[in-house]
């Protein structure tokens, strides 16, 4: 899916935060993650299309893919070309919008949703969640036998996402996974390229 060493997408999550965004975002970026996926759903699209804009340059500067989120209507003025959306949204995804993107992602909870998703046309999908995860707190995380069953189930990569961390990164490679998303940790860790480095295979 994404030329780069790393098996790592960074996940976003603005509100999270201990410095300016586009400063975490450009720590990051220098990291070469696999691909920043730019969650802020919360936002209105005038908003996120101004803040994707700056994004996409940052990561276009360091060769890092970056990859926009739910605003599919924003990613196609910006000539974005990787676009990850919610289950939901990627249904209702036409034929003539989907063409734009070359990268096209999708959040699956199940082997149903993964095999559906692959069916509409998927490139890659997340995973999970895998452990328990303070993103969901009190939801238990579906395991490493559910990320082993999705992998199975697809010919496409699968990314582990929740709860993932140096500690325990090995067994969702081991699972079958092509790597790990990172939201949490990356938003607030203050050695960015120590927390990559760690999370290297």
């Known amino acids: 899916m994404i030329m780069c060493m790393s098996d790592i997408l960074c996940v976003t ?6 410095e300016d965004f586009l400063k975490r975002i450009e ?5 070469h993650p696999a691909g920043i996926i730019l969650r802020e759903k919360d936002m209105i699209p005038d908003e996120y299309q101004e803040l994707a804009a700056t994004v996409m340059g940052i990561c276009e500067q360091h060769g ?5 989120h739910s605003f599919s209507s ?3 003025p910006l000539y974005a070309e990787a676009i990850h959306l919610p ?10 919008h989907k063409v734009h993107f070359r990268v096209l992602g999708a959040s699956c909870h199940s082997v149903e949703d993964a095999i559906e998703a692959q069916a509409l046309g998927c490139t890659y ?4 969640h895998v452990f328990e995860t303070d993103c969901k707190k009190g939801l238990p995380g579906r395991g490493l036998e559910f990320l ?9 990569p699968v990314y582990g996402i929740g709860g993932i961390d140096s500690d325990n990164i090995a067994l969702v490679r081991n699972a079958g996974a092509s790597g790990a998303c990172l939201m949490s940790s990356l938003m607030v860790c203050e050695d960015v390229a120590g927390l990559l480095k760690a999370m290297e295979g």
């Open 74 to 76: 924003v990613a196609i």
């Open 148 to 156: 082993r069953n999705v992998c199975a189930a697809v010919n496409i």
């Open 64 to 68: 890092v893919k970056c990859i926009l």
């Open 87 to 96: 289950l939901h949204l990627l249904r209702e995804l036409s034929p003539e």
């Open 125 to 128: 999908i997340t995973a999970g």
């Open 27 to 31: 720590r990051i970026a220098v990291c």
């Open 13 to 18: 999550n603005r509100k999270l935060c201990r």
